[in-house]
């Protein structure tokens, strides 16, 4: 039977409509650090016959900040918009990042020709073409997360890792401290560093006596007094000093004794994705 397609017509660009060939991958890539999202690629394309076309498709993204990416063959034609959403899972504007270019080939062979949209997205923010700006995953405000660190062995000392793929800045860092009898008061700094070199130290303003169960806590504009209610011992930090990952957060512990027992930090840090 003879096709009943009807003949292709001469098609003119529109706007930012980009053209595409036969050749054409329409790519998503994702960098997530979040649990439970699922991201929606959607959008509209004008064929040789001109017609639109819808598409929808989603992707479940990794969540250690690595480049997740869905690869959406598109037949000879004209792209005319394209978005990423957020369909499940609650990421701060921060947690998940999201690219859409243009380029040939799949999978590891994908050569990327044109990126025309880049930016972080949540369920109030999606990324979209044409309207979204280019814009990298270090450009945005940052993700705010409250994490429960870990208990070290008694008589060790704490140690916090920035993540592989992401930068921190240090907001708030209150760890419990109880001392046994052992003689010598505790003195306590906080000192960040970059795996191997101190980067900078932050002592706390009080000291910690034998046979006490206290806690230290470092801020960002903490108050400069010796002690709150007796207990807690204060320490200044500065704001805008971010870590890159496998950057560590420490402590060093005057006089600490063998059976002195951090319990588990309690830190605010600001998240960007730095994989990107």
């Known amino acids: 039977m003879p096709d009943a397609s009807p003949p292709p017509i001469e098609v003119r660009a529109v706007g930012n409509a980009r053209y595409l060939d036969n050749d054409s991958v329409l790519r998503l890539t994702v960098f997530n650090a979040a649990a439970g999202v699922t991201v929606r690629l959607s959008g509209r394309r004008l064929d040789l016959f001109g017609r639109t076309i819808p598409f929808v498709h989603r992707l479940v993204p990794a969540t250690n900040r690595t480049a997740s990416t869905f690869d959406l063959e598109l037949d000879e034609g004209w792209l005319l918009g394209a978005e990423a959403t957020i369909t499940a899972g609650t990421p701060q504007d921060g947690q998940t990042y999201a690219v859409l270019s243009i380029g040939v080939g799949r999978a590891a062979g994908f050569e990327e020709l044109e990126t025309f949209a880049a930016d972080t997205i949540s369920a109030a923010r999606r990324l979209s073409w044409p309207g979204t700006l280019n814009r990298g995953p270090l450009d945005g405000r940052g993700a705010l997360r409250s994490i429960t660190g870990t208990s070290p062995a008694a008589g060790a000392e704490i140690s916090e890792t920035v993540p592989t793929g992401a930068r921190w800045e240090l907001i708030a860092f ?14 306590a700094v906080l000192f960040y560093d970059d795996g191997v070199n101190r980067l900078a130290s932050f002592p706390a303003m009080a000291v910690i006596a034998p046979s006490t169960n206290s806690a230290i806590e470092w801020a960002q504009g903490s108050t400069a007094i010796a002690t709150i209610n007796g207990q807690n011992a204060p320490g200044l930090i500065p704001p805008l000093f971010t870590l890159p990952a496998a950057a560590r957060i420490r402590t060093a512990t005057a006089n600490l004794a063998a059976g002195d027992q951090y319990g588990a930090p309690q830190y605010l840090v600001r998240e960007w994705i730095e994989g990107a």
Do not use: F, S
Not at 174 to 187: H, L, Q
């Open 174 to 187: 209150r760890t419990p401290i109880v001392t046994n009898a052992t003689a010598g008061n505790r003195t």
